[in-house]
């Protein structure tokens, strides 16, 4: 037995703890410390952040979204052995995969990723809110501001799940809204001839 031990026989992390655990542990750290949002780019181009405050694992790519099994490893290596998952998807159309820790009694979450043409949460929550959209025409009633406050709260995956109503009973005003809404110019009827 020695007291000394040789600099190549360190590990950089402790016995039983992945790098990825490392990492994780890091970005908790100082997620802390700063008391908001903390991310790194991981070697493999997973793009992995965390907000102690929740907590919250953010997982993401710049060329597609993350997978559920980056979701299952990252999660295990947090300590996380009861989890959900959520989409959440932005206004330029970037897919963020949502992990949070659950109790194991609480229902597993666990996301299904929305359809492509999905124009993000931010743009359904407006179509949803926006009075003068058709099928806010449809809707109007003394509860109506009661409505408007559970569309503020509504989950990535409601919103999802509301979008493609809209897409099955209002698919043209859909489309013609959104392009009135985007400023487009929109052609209803061929011009007239004298």
């Known amino acids: 037995m020695t007291l000394f031990v040789q600099s190549d026989d360190l590990s950089p992390t402790p016995p039983g703890v992945s790098e990825l655990g490392t990492v994780i542990a890091e970005l908790l750290g100082q997620s802390r410390q700063v008391k908001r949002h903390v ?18 694992m953010v997982l993401s ?39 949070r820790p659950r109790a194991a ?7 299904e990723e929305p359809p492509s043409d999905y ?43 509301e979008y493609a109503y809209l897409q099955r009973k209002w698919r043209s005003h859909l489309t013609h809204h959104m392009k009135w809404r985007a400023g487009q110019q929109i052609v209803t009827s061929a011009p007239e001839t004298c």
Request: net charge negative.
């Open 105 to 111: 009694d609480e229902p597993v979450a666990q996301a």
């Open 39 to 56: 991310s790194r780019t991981l070697s493999n181009g997973l793009e992995l952040g965390l907000n102690a405050e929740g907590p919250l």
């Open 119 to 161: 124009p993000g949460d931010d743009v359904v929550r407006e179509l949803l809110l926006d009075r003068t959209a058709p099928w806010r025409m449809a809707r109007t009633s003394p509860g109506a501001e009661i409505r408007d406050g559970v569309i503020a709260g509504m989950s990535s995956a409601a919103l999802a799940e």
């Open 61 to 99: 790519r710049a060329d597609g979204p993350a997978s559920m099994d980056e979701a299952t490893i990252c999660a295990r290596d947090a300590g996380w052995p009861h989890f959900g998952t959520e989409w959440f998807v932005s206004g330029e159309g970037k897919r963020y995969l949502l992990v």
